[in-house]
């Protein structure tokens, strides 16, 4: 947890972030990069709160 951590703020840090002059390649990877580690909060999250996956009443 703590090394996903590193990496989204990493990700998040002002100077990796894409800006106009990124090439669009560049600026993909980094969205789809941001995407991934979303999903994977996420799906860490759903896990230790598996209440929240059943059908409300």
């Given at each position: 947890?703590?090394?996903?951590?590193?990496?989204?703020?990493?990700n998040?840090?002002?100077?990796?972030?894409?800006t106009?002059?990124t090439?669009?390649?560049?600026?993909?990877v980094?969205?789809h990069?941001?995407?991934?580690?979303?999903?994977?909060f996420?799906?860490?999250?759903?896990a230790?709160?598996?209440?929240?996956?059943?059908?409300?009443?």
């Amino acid at each position: 947890m703590r090394t996903l951590h590193e990496l989204a703020e990493r990700n998040l840090a002002a100077p990796v972030r894409p800006t106009p002059r990124t090439p669009h390649r560049a600026a993909h990877v980094y969205w789809h990069t941001l995407a991934t580690l979303t999903g994977t909060f996420r799906d860490l999250y759903m896990a230790h709160h598996p209440v929240l996956l059943e059908p409300s009443a």
